[in-house]
């Protein structure tokens, strides 16, 4: 299950609904909207660079 935060966008993959973002730690989060889980896909297949 993918989670997004309303405050950071910060995407996400819990397996229990978290309360707290990971990232910026509000409790804002949502599950993922059908884009939002293709972006996140889309993410982890991109080789990371920088
Ligand atoms: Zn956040």
């Given at each position: 299950?993918?989670?997004a935060c309303?405050?950071?966008h910060f995407l996400f993959s819990y397996t229990v609904?978290?309360?707290q973002c990971p990232d910026c730690g509000k409790y804002a989060i949502r599950p993922a909207d059908e884009a939002?889980?293709?972006e996140y896909e889309k993410r982890l297949k991109e080789p990371r660079e920088i």
């Open positions: 299950m993918i989670y309303d405050n950071c609904e978290p309360e939002e889980r293709q």
